[in-house]
């Protein structure tokens, strides 16, 4: 099981858009010099809706071939089409991906039961660890914590990113879940939090900029020290709220260029950060000791 701080990467970019694979593999270098427990690869933050398959492929196996088996990468391969999830999964399945992390089929707006459904076709056309998302804020489809529970009894369905921030939710998939099925919050804000309560990790915006401070306060929620993963996480909870100042990864790639981490390249329909983002996510970084 992988566990810990997860970082739900982004994808780097030129100013005309192209995918910029050198910044690429510097920052998955510097994940695994900052002791990044795993990577999500072309995940919401990685700008997934916005790349074609063929790209989106690419970027899952240049990612694998840079990491080169020093830290596990999960691909995202989720789709709102069941189809279009059995083709990306097969390929991440190709390229040696560790697991995979499927949002719920987003715009929509299946049912409970089609949402079984969808996870099972792929979880049954693909043999490869499958990791649920639950981002009901992004999809406009909510998955019940009972939904979650049934699938848990799939056998390669190993884990769900709840992004709700709702710690109850943890609770419940956690009492009632498979044997081994793992949970990772899908909040940065709540996260320190459900990994007190039993969550098993955190897939992290915030890990974008400050890894090493996520990997540090994980590890200590994950051992029970509350006083110190609270701690740490205190120092971070300016860039938990004002990396979403304006729609993920808009923030998060304006810090890392201003980093010096990756240039300034978005795909339409986002834009870069306007200006009056820029000082208060500017003093968020300060106070992580990341700028």
Same mark, same amino acid.
């Given at each position: ?67 080169? %088996?020093?830290?596990? &990468? +999960?691909?995202? =391969?989720?789709?709102? !089409? ?7 999964? $097969?390929? @991440? ?104 309560? %039993?969550?098993?990790? &955190? +897939?992290?915006? =915030?890990?974008?900029? !400050? ?7 994980? $590890?200590? @929620? ?70």
């Amino acid at each position: 099981m992988i566990r810990g701080n997860v970082v739900a990467l982004v994808t780097p970019m030129r100013e005309n858009g192209d995918v910029d694979f050198e910044a690429l593999r510097r920052l998955v270098d510097w994940h695994v010099e900052q002791g990044t427990d795993a990577i999500v690869s072309v995940g919401t933050t990685g700008e997934s809706a916005t790349l074609d398959e063929k790209e989106h492929c690419e970027v899952i196996a240049r990612t694998l071939e840079y990491a080169d %088996g020093r830290l596990p &990468v +999960i691909a995202g =391969t989720g789709a709102n !089409a069941t189809s279009e999830a059995i083709r990306l999964t $097969r390929c @991440a399945a190709e390229a040696g991906a560790d697991a995979c992390l499927l949002v719920t089929p987003y715009y929509n707006k299946p049912t409970q039961e089609g949402l079984y459904r969808h996870h099972c076709a792929v979880a049954e056309a693909v043999d490869i660890p499958q990791i649920l998302y639950n981002v009901p804020g992004r999809t406009a489809c909510d998955m019940l914590p009972e939904t979650a529970i049934r699938l848990s009894r799939v056998d390669n369905i190993v884990g769900i990113k709840e992004a709700t921030g709702d710690l109850e939710r943890i609770r419940v998939i956690r009492e009632d879940a498979g044997a081994g099925f793992a949970i990772y919050s899908g909040d940065d804000a709540t996260g320190c939090e459900a990994m007190l309560k %039993g969550a098993d990790g &955190v +897939i992290s915006v =915030t890990s974008n900029l !400050a890894p090493a401070q996520m990997t540090a306060m994980c $590890r200590a @929620a994950l051992s029970g020290d509350r006083e110190k993963a609270e701690e740490i996480d205190r120092r971070l909870a300016a860039l938990h709220r004002n990396l979403f100042l304006e729609s993920n990864p808009i923030p998060a790639k304006w810090a890392l260029a201003e980093m010096g981490r990756i240039g300034k390249g978005i795909r339409l329909p986002l834009t870069w950060l306007s200006e009056p983002c820029h000082e208060p996510l500017r003093e968020a970084m300060r106070r992580a000791g990341v700028l």
